[in-house]
Protein backbone atom coordinates (compact mmCIF):
# COMPACT_ATOMS: atom_id res chain seq x y z
CA UNK A 1 0.00 0.00 0.00
CA UNK A 2 3.04 2.97 0.60
CA UNK A 3 3.46 2.52 -3.02
CA UNK A 4 -0.11 3.16 -4.54
CA UNK A 5 0.27 5.65 -1.95
CA UNK A 6 3.34 7.33 -2.95
CA UNK A 7 2.24 6.91 -6.77
CA UNK A 8 -1.37 8.54 -5.96
CA UNK A 9 0.22 11.46 -4.36
CA UNK A 10 3.14 11.78 -7.05
CA UNK A 11 0.20 11.79 -9.53
CA UNK A 12 -1.56 14.67 -7.69
CA UNK A 13 1.37 16.94 -7.30
CA UNK A 14 2.29 16.07 -11.10
CA UNK A 15 -1.61 17.01 -12.12
CA UNK A 16 -1.40 19.90 -9.56
CA UNK A 17 1.75 21.39 -10.78
CA UNK A 18 0.65 20.64 -14.69
CA UNK A 19 -2.79 22.57 -14.04
CA UNK A 20 -1.13 25.48 -12.18
CA UNK A 21 0.95 25.71 -15.33
CA UNK A 22 -1.30 25.69 -18.16
CA UNK A 23 -0.32 21.95 -19.48
CA UNK A 24 -3.51 19.90 -18.71
CA UNK A 25 -1.87 17.16 -21.01
CA UNK A 26 0.96 16.24 -18.87
CA UNK A 27 -1.64 15.78 -15.64
CA UNK A 28 -3.74 13.50 -17.89
CA UNK A 29 -0.66 11.27 -18.54
CA UNK A 30 0.00 12.05 -14.88
CA UNK A 31 -2.74 10.46 -14.16
CA UNK A 32 -2.15 6.45 -14.88
CA UNK A 33 -1.55 7.43 -18.43
CA UNK A 34 -4.88 7.43 -19.68
CA UNK A 35 -6.52 10.40 -21.80
CA UNK A 36 -9.60 12.42 -20.02
CA UNK A 37 -12.78 10.87 -20.46
CA UNK A 38 -14.70 11.38 -23.18
CA UNK A 39 -17.47 14.69 -23.08
CA UNK A 40 -20.83 13.93 -23.98
CA UNK A 41 -23.50 16.59 -25.18
CA UNK A 42 -24.30 17.96 -21.61
CA UNK A 43 -21.34 18.18 -20.77
CA UNK A 44 -21.37 15.20 -18.46
CA UNK A 45 -17.76 12.81 -18.53
CA UNK A 46 -17.87 9.09 -19.13
CA UNK A 47 -15.76 6.34 -19.67
CA UNK A 48 -16.79 5.20 -22.98
CA UNK A 49 -15.99 6.12 -26.48
CA UNK A 50 -16.17 10.12 -27.74
CA UNK A 51 -19.73 11.22 -28.74
CA UNK A 52 -20.25 12.90 -32.13
CA UNK A 53 -19.82 12.05 -35.59
CA UNK A 54 -17.25 11.22 -38.02
CA UNK A 55 -16.10 14.12 -39.42
CA UNK A 56 -12.55 14.86 -41.55
CA UNK A 57 -10.69 17.61 -40.54
CA UNK A 58 -8.50 19.26 -43.30
CA UNK A 59 -5.78 21.94 -42.04
CA UNK A 60 -4.47 24.11 -45.18
CA UNK A 61 -1.31 26.33 -44.43
CA UNK A 62 -1.07 29.06 -46.57
CA UNK A 63 2.68 30.89 -46.88
CA UNK A 64 2.46 34.94 -47.47
CA UNK A 65 6.03 35.60 -48.67
CA UNK A 66 6.36 35.52 -52.45
CA UNK A 67 9.27 33.61 -54.02
CA UNK A 68 9.74 36.08 -56.73
CA UNK A 69 10.66 38.80 -53.82
CA UNK A 70 7.17 40.17 -54.46
CA UNK A 71 4.75 41.91 -52.03
CA UNK A 72 4.19 39.43 -49.45
CA UNK A 73 0.23 38.27 -49.34
CA UNK A 74 -1.70 41.05 -47.27
CA UNK A 75 -4.31 40.58 -45.25
CA UNK A 76 -7.09 42.12 -46.81
CA UNK A 77 -5.58 40.04 -50.06
CA UNK A 78 -6.20 36.49 -48.06
CA UNK A 79 -9.57 37.70 -46.55
CA UNK A 80 -10.80 38.26 -49.92
CA UNK A 81 -9.70 35.00 -51.31
CA UNK A 82 -11.27 32.71 -48.07
CA UNK A 83 -14.54 35.27 -49.33
CA UNK A 84 -14.55 34.30 -53.20
CA UNK A 85 -13.03 30.65 -53.23
CA UNK A 86 -13.07 29.05 -49.90
CA UNK A 87 -16.74 30.04 -48.10
CA UNK A 88 -18.52 29.31 -51.46
CA UNK A 89 -16.65 26.02 -51.37
CA UNK A 90 -17.20 25.05 -47.65
CA UNK A 91 -20.46 27.35 -46.38
CA UNK A 92 -20.91 25.89 -43.22
CA UNK A 93 -18.17 27.37 -41.70
CA UNK A 94 -14.52 27.23 -41.51
CA UNK A 95 -11.85 28.52 -38.98
CA UNK A 96 -8.40 30.94 -40.34
CA UNK A 97 -6.11 31.26 -37.62
CA UNK A 98 -2.91 33.40 -37.82
CA UNK A 99 0.64 32.33 -37.83
CA UNK A 100 4.28 32.09 -38.49
CA UNK A 101 5.55 29.67 -40.72
CA UNK A 102 9.15 27.85 -41.08
CA UNK A 103 9.80 25.65 -44.08
CA UNK A 104 12.45 24.64 -46.39
CA UNK A 105 12.07 25.34 -50.32
CA UNK A 106 13.06 24.34 -53.33
CA UNK A 107 16.29 25.64 -53.45
CA UNK A 108 17.21 24.40 -49.55
CA UNK A 109 16.72 27.51 -48.14
CA UNK A 110 14.96 27.95 -44.42
CA UNK A 111 11.73 30.56 -45.08
CA UNK A 112 10.31 32.44 -42.23
CA UNK A 113 7.27 33.84 -42.96
CA UNK A 114 3.60 35.20 -41.84
CA UNK A 115 1.50 32.36 -42.66
CA UNK A 116 -2.50 31.18 -42.34
CA UNK A 117 -4.09 28.23 -41.09
CA UNK A 118 -7.36 27.18 -42.69
CA UNK A 119 -9.88 24.58 -40.66
CA UNK A 120 -12.21 22.90 -42.52
CA UNK A 121 -14.21 20.44 -41.06
CA UNK A 122 -16.69 18.59 -42.77
CA UNK A 123 -19.08 14.85 -42.69
CA UNK A 124 -16.40 11.66 -43.30
CA UNK A 125 -19.11 10.60 -45.84
CA UNK A 126 -18.78 13.70 -48.11
CA UNK A 127 -14.69 13.23 -47.81
CA UNK A 128 -14.35 12.20 -51.69
CA UNK A 129 -16.61 14.84 -52.79
CA UNK A 130 -14.53 17.66 -51.02
CA UNK A 131 -11.49 16.61 -51.46
CA UNK A 132 -11.98 17.89 -55.08
CA UNK A 133 -12.70 21.54 -53.65
CA UNK A 134 -9.99 21.16 -51.34
CA UNK A 135 -7.39 20.51 -54.11
CA UNK A 136 -8.70 23.66 -56.09
CA UNK A 137 -8.38 25.86 -53.25
CA UNK A 138 -5.03 25.05 -52.58
CA UNK A 139 -3.96 25.28 -56.74
CA UNK A 140 -6.16 28.83 -56.61
CA UNK A 141 -3.88 29.83 -54.20
CA UNK A 142 -0.37 29.05 -55.53
CA UNK A 143 -1.55 30.40 -58.90
CA UNK A 144 -2.70 33.57 -57.51
CA UNK A 145 0.03 34.27 -55.32
CA UNK A 146 2.64 32.43 -56.74
CA UNK A 147 3.15 30.06 -53.84
CA UNK A 148 5.53 26.83 -54.11
CA UNK A 149 3.11 25.07 -52.36
CA UNK A 150 -0.01 24.89 -49.78
CA UNK A 151 0.23 22.65 -47.15
CA UNK A 152 -2.73 20.05 -46.19
CA UNK A 153 -2.92 17.76 -43.31
CA UNK A 154 -6.33 15.78 -43.23
CA UNK A 155 -7.57 13.65 -40.11
CA UNK A 156 -10.33 11.67 -39.25
CA UNK A 157 -12.15 13.39 -36.16
CA UNK A 158 -15.17 13.03 -34.18
CA UNK A 159 -17.26 16.16 -33.91
CA UNK A 160 -20.61 17.54 -31.85
CA UNK A 161 -22.10 20.56 -32.38
Known sequence: MPITLSRTR???AATTVAVLAG?????????AGQPPAATTATGATGATGATGRAYVETRLLFGTAR????????????????????????PDGLTVQDGQGQW??????????R?????????????????RSVEEIRATYRRL?????????????RADF
Open 10 to 12: LAV
Open 23 to 31: GAPVAYAAL
Open 67 to 90: PDGGPAVTERQFTAFIDRYVTPAF
Open 104 to 113: RDSTGTIERE
Open 115 to 131: SYELILLYPAAQGGSRD
Open 145 to 157: YGQESVARIDETV
